[in-house]
């Protein structure tokens, strides 16, 4: 539990930056140095990201590849044909904007740090989980982003040309030079986790300012009203729920033991944080940022809150482990 009143200090950072943000939005003069700073803030957080991520470990671990295979299926095929049913809730449910941010929601990597926390207290397949998560994050680097460009037209997002280049310098061109200089300072990034854990997480505190102050500078709570909200909160805890039960069920009828099951559903159905916010400043640069990222940073909240519970549960029952459907 130690890792999760941490993590509630980063989740509270957070949310006092999107405050911060809609206070004393960044304006005049600050505009250009906001954006600068987190365009290499972000360079950073993918370098770190491509000097973490083991491929050998990734490539390893395909050995056991019906499990990853349904953990990835979950992630970057359920999920985005889920977001695209969800479009049947605008604009009843959903103004255009927010489903926007809900369907760019579904088609982000699962989180690496959070899936294997919650698949250990559980007592799931540990090993299963990091190669799934982390293969899910390799992946998501190129696949999010074609997503985003093959599935968000229809939602009135588009990526130009400038936008491929800013995925390529911001994102590709990063987390490929972490991978080719792996060999030589993987070892050191390891050893020195804790501090770099405060540029990981500063990268997205200060994407979360930018992101909010773009949104104020747009009128961003002008366009969201609180049925609004409580209408999006509604139907991204549904979409948890159901995530949460499909995965399980999914896999039972597959036949795969319960730390497998396990496993699938705390990687099957996260949604990443840590790669969102940042890969959304780059895709969708001047198309209210803002509204795009809020359901991403209220499904984090949700999926924690959920995902800790079951876990505990999990763990309860794991003496007494029969691979069943939980009521």
Excluded at 258 to 285: H, N, Y
Aim: hydrophobic letters at 60%.
């Amino acid at each position: 539990m130690l890792w999760l009143r941490r993590f509630d200090l980063f989740l509270m950072a957070i949310i006092a930056s999107a405050l911060l943000a809609s206070v004393l939005p960044a304006t005049g003069a600050w505009i250009p140095i906001v954006a600068w700073a987190t365009k290499l803030a972000i360079a950073a957080l993918f370098f770190l990201y491509g000097a973490r991520l083991s491929t050998r470990q990734a490539l390893d671990g395909l050995r056991h590849w019906r499990l990853h295979a349904t953990i990835l299926s979950f992630t970057f095929v359920v999920f985005p044909l889920l977001g695209l049913a969800l479009r049947v809730t605008v604009p009843t449910l959903m103004s255009p904007a927010l489903y926007a941010g809900v369907l760019y929601l579904t088609l982000l990597p699962s989180t690496v740090q959070s899936s294997i926390a919650f698949t250990s207290i559980a007592r799931g397949n540990v090993a299963g989980a990091i190669v799934s998560a982390s293969a899910s994050n390799l992946l998501g680097v190129v696949l999010t982003p074609l997503l985003c460009a093959a599935l968000m037209t229809t939602s009135g997002v588009s990526l130009d040309a400038r936008s491929v280049l800013d995925i390529v310098g911001q994102l590709l061109v990063p987390f490929a030079l972490g991978q080719v200089l792996r060999p030589w300072i993987g070892a050191w990034v390891a050893s020195h986790s804790r501090p770099l854990k405060l540029v990981d997480r500063g990268s997205i505190v200060l994407a979360v300012y930018s992101a909010f102050s773009e949104g104020m500078r747009e009128g961003i709570w002008t366009q969201v009203s609180a049925v609004g909200m409580a209408a999006l909160i509604g139907v991204l805890l549904v979409m948890l729920t159901l995530m949460l039960w499909l995965t399980w069920t999914v896999a039972v009828r597959l036949g795969f033991n319960r730390e497998d099951v396990i496993a699938i559903q705390f990687c099957g159905t996260k949604k990443s944080l840590a790669s969102g916010l940042p890969m959304a400043l780059v895709l969708f640069a001047g198309q209210g940022v803002g509204l795009i990222v809020l359901p991403l940073i209220l499904f984090h909240q949700a999926q924690l809150m959920a995902c800790s519970a079951l876990a505990s549960r999990y763990a309860r029952e794991a003496p007494a482990a029969q691979t069943t459907v939980p009521a």
